[in-house]
T-cell receptor, first 112, second 114 residues
Framework: NAGVTQTPKFQVLKTGQSMTLQCAQD?????MSWYRQDPGMGLRLIHY???????DQGEVPNGYNVSRSTTEDFPLRLLSAAPSQTSVYFC???????????FGDGTRLSIL | AQSVTQLGSHVSVSEGALVLLRCNYS??????LFWYVQYPNQGLQLLLK??????LVKGINGFEAEFKKSETSFHLTKPSAHMSDAAEYFC????????????FGKGTMLLVSP
């Protein structure tokens, strides 16, 4: 059972480039979320989804785009990378709102 | 709106001493509460959760937390710290209704000295 899988684990981008962070889960969870983690800031919610075809914005959505075409996959797109988006990104999933989140191992993204 | 405050960005204890990590929450309805641990360069791992059952919740690795509604608190404790407990700890709150999201505190780094 793989749980939540994030790819890539590390990435370096130049300002203005675009890329997609991949997230896949094999637990048939309806809820999926993307967070960014910055020192002293905890985890901040970027976007989330409550099922295929349904997404919504979190606390810090600007500069990011998501879609949810299947239950398993929830990719996060950086449209035009900026140095302020240098961070560690975590994808998480859960079955219901009273269940704990299962986290991936994170993607460490540096933007030069 | 819900929020979480973790008092102290860093807590230092000696091996064998009591661990106390503080978490206070704000929520308009009785919340669900969680504690997660993050070891260096890893994702977050669930320690324990409160979902309106027993107010004293036991988790993994000897940790426990007590939900106190009157104090809006969910402090994490462990009677005797071990070197392997050194990590960052996050408290999180969730509204139990509908399509609720999870809100995290800013984290507390636990340092354990020999």
């Amino acid at each position: 059972n793989a749980g939540v899988t994030q790819t890539p684990k590390f990435q370096v981008l130049k300002t203005g480039q675009s890329m997609t962070l991949q997230c896949a889960q094999d637990m048939n969870h309806e809820y999926m979320s993307w967070y960014r983690q910055d020192p002293g800031m905890g985890l901040r919610l970027i976007h989330y989804s409550v099922g295929a075809g349904i997404t919504d914005q979190g606390e810090v959505p600007n500069g990011y785009n998501v879609s949810r075409s299947t239950t398993e996959d929830f990719p996060l797109r950086l449209l035009s990378a900026a140095p302020s988006q240098t961070s560690v990104y975590f994808c998480a999933s859960r079955l219901y709102s009273n269940q704990p989140q299962h986290f991936g191992d994170g993607t460490r993204l540096s933007i030069l | 709106a819900q929020s979480v405050t973790q008092l102290g960005s860093h807590v230092s204890v000696s091996e064998g001493a009591l661990v106390l990590l503080r978490c206070n929450y704000s929520s308009s309805v009785p919340p669900y509460l969680f504690w997660y641990v993050q070891y260096p360069n890893q994702g977050l791992q669930l320690l324990l959760k409160y979902t309106s059952a027993a107010t004293l919740v036991k988790g993994i690795n000897g940790f426990e937390a007590e939900f106190k509604k009157s104090e809006t608190s969910f402090h994490l404790t462990k009677p005797s710290a071990h070197m392997s407990d050194a990590a960052e700890y996050f408290c999180a709150v969730s509204d139990p209704s509908g399509y609720s999201t999870l809100t995290f505190g800013k984290g507390t780094m636990l340092l354990v000295s020999p």
